[in-house]
């Protein structure tokens, strides 16, 4: 296992640039997804039609169950899978953008995912509207050499397409859902369905090859729907469907009640996670109550919750107040491109203090790669870009925090340094800058870091592992940041031992 971020700087991929043999593996014409671009803005619009007009996704979503059902699905929508009481499983949040930071990510999952049972996808699995097309360079070649099941959560690009494509690729349908009744003119519904995204005519004629590339029976699975939950060992892992909005509608939110009542201990996958950027977002269910409700209920045994959608790694021990502790990780670094970390302000959510928190990328790497990056783009380098050592310098001063690994020489943060950071949206404690910093944050978290793609390592994306005994189970965060020496021995960024009895 080699260092990792938190050991020294080389260990987060700085300073080398011998690039992994990733790039043997992604297509010569892979896409490069600008978010800046107008197009992709354009197609990926539903989410948007949905929020000022109304969300149709609980409606479709009740259709494709119908349809499921119909096909002999089993009713509570469980799989059960047949293994020992000690087994181990991949988390794989927000992957299919296709290009080399995906592929980058592959290697090293092959190597510590390659005893594992099965893996799953959280959120996003295809970008940037879910077509079924995209599945080829973005879903079947890169994890081809995965000899084991996939399990897959729609994110909100997966619903761009109304869930056409995840699943005829997760769900074998065959195609999509025929067309609902046309809404009453001159009403919202009527001018969202004008303007509404749909696959394109044609879309998915080249599936049937692309499915070759995992064709062998272990490799093989067929899910219920969106949503599910899978038997395994001793516990059950539940995954829901969070659609374009993050929210659950009342059919799920009925499910979801039901299937926690098992008495065997719990793991959630959502698309939207419950903790994020030191904000909670418990994610609301159509009638009342919340996702966070349910899982915080002893009854329900729940010991994590594990959310895409965010693109990087971050984790919340909360300790309840019956003196349990709920880990809550956002687990979406996966391929797409990296969401700032230096915008999360010093920790301090329901209990959970900087001493507990951890995240990945660093926030000091996270605001080195922006400043490059940012640099880069406004050719104004000699101001923007900071070393790892200045970036981490100045997040310790507006955090007020130590550092994170073993400083080199002091560094002295200048008036350039904190300019910088507060342009680029860098976090403060929460008794500084109250009245700036959220708007700020907020902008640059959806405006800046879509544009963060980039094609230089370090990547900085990762993966879970997760080990199950009866016992306990072990969660590790394992880095890919696109260099030659993480790929080799995939660095462990996080790791905590969770009780289940």
Known sequence: MSESS?????????????RGEYMRLV???????????????????????ASWLGDPTGEVRSRWAARRAAAGAPADRVIRRDGPD???????GDT???????????????????????AVLASDVIYPVGGADDYGPKFFR?????????????????????????????????????????????????LRSLLWHRPRPGDGERLDEARKLRSSPAQQAVQPGPYWAVDAGPIRIVGIDTGLLGTLDAEQGAWLREVSRDPRPKILVTGSPLYVDGEHHPCPIEGGGTVDDIVRDPAHRY???????IHNYQRYPVRLDDGRTLQYVVAGGGGAFTHATHTIPRVDVAGVTEADFRCYPLRGDSLAFYSGLYGRRTRLRRFFSLTEAEAAAVIAERLGIGPTRAPGAPVRVTRRMRLVAGLLGTGRRPDRGKRFRLPVRKAYQSLF????????????????????????????????????AQEVAPPVEDEVTVPLT
């Open 303 to 309: 010991v994590a919750s594990i959310g895409g959608d």
């Open 27 to 49: 297509p010569r014409q892979a896409e490069k997804i600008s978010w800046l671009d107008p197009r992709h803005l354009w197609a990926a619009r539903n989410g948007v039609l």
């Open 6 to 18: 938190r050991d020294t700087a080389e260990g987060a991929g700085w300073g080398v640039s011998e």
């Open 96 to 118: 299919g953008e296709g290009g080399e930071p995906q592929y980058a990510v592959v290697p090293g999952l092959l190597k510590e995912g390659r005893d594992t049972a099965f």
């Open 142 to 190: 890169p994890y081809q050499d995965y000899q084991a099941p996939v399990y897959a959560i729609p994110g909100n690009h997966d619903w761009y397409e109304d869930l056409a494509g995840f699943m005829r690729v997760f769900c074998d349908e065959t195609g999509p859902l025929p067309p609902a009744p046309a809404p009453r003119p001159l009403t919202r519904a009527w």
């Open 449 to 484: 870091s879509p544009g963060s793609a980039t094609y230089s390592p370090p990547f900085f994306k990762s993966f879970l592992r997760i080990d199950v005994t009866p016992q306990a189970l072990r969660l590790r965060c394992f880095a890919a940041t696109g260099q030659r």
């Open 86 to 92: 000690r087994f181990s499983f991949l988390v794989i």
